[in-house]
Nanobody, 126 residues
Framework: QVQLVESGGRSVQAGESLRLSCTSS????????EAWFRQAPGKEREVIAV????????VYSDSVKGRFTISLTRDKNTMYLHMDNLKPEDTAMYYC???????????????????WGQGTQVTVSS
């Protein structure tokens, strides 16, 4: 059974850094995508970073490019999102998601991902 568990969310001040973790279980093949999404109140869920485990290629949304970094541990069981220079507009519930197959194009829509964690809240104060 595939499980994803996020952790690391908390309240911080603008300009600070934070690292989120997503621990996965129930799959061992390296042929998968994992992603971080976020959803603020009243807004749609948006992708912010995606990593392909096979070669660790990544893509980022423009809103976080240069500030956030997605990575995997060597055993690929934990995914991180390192967030620098946090802004109040980064306040949201952050979710990790997994797609256990290769696709030619990076999956960036919530509907592309069948597996989700429960979310971890990040609040950034000005």
């Amino acid at each position: 059974q595939v499980q994803l568990v996020e952790s690391g969310g908390r309240s911080v001040q603008a300009g600070e850094s934070l690292r989120l973790s997503c621990t996965s279980s129930g799959f061992t093949d390296a042929n998968f995508f994992e992603a971080w999404f976020r959803q603020a109140p009243g807004k749609e869920r948006e992708v912010i970073a995606v990593i392909y485990a096979g070669n660790e290629n990544t893509v980022y949304s423009d809103s976080v490019k240069g500030r956030f970094t997605i990575s995997l541990t060597r055993d690929k069981n934990t995914m991180y999102l390192h967030m620098d220079n946090l802004k109040p507009e980064d306040t949201a519930m952050y979710y990790c998601a997994a797609l256990l197959e290769y696709t030619r194009y990076f999956p960036t829509r919530p509907s592309d991902y069948p597996y989700w964690g429960q979310g971890t809240q990040v609040t950034v104060s000005s």
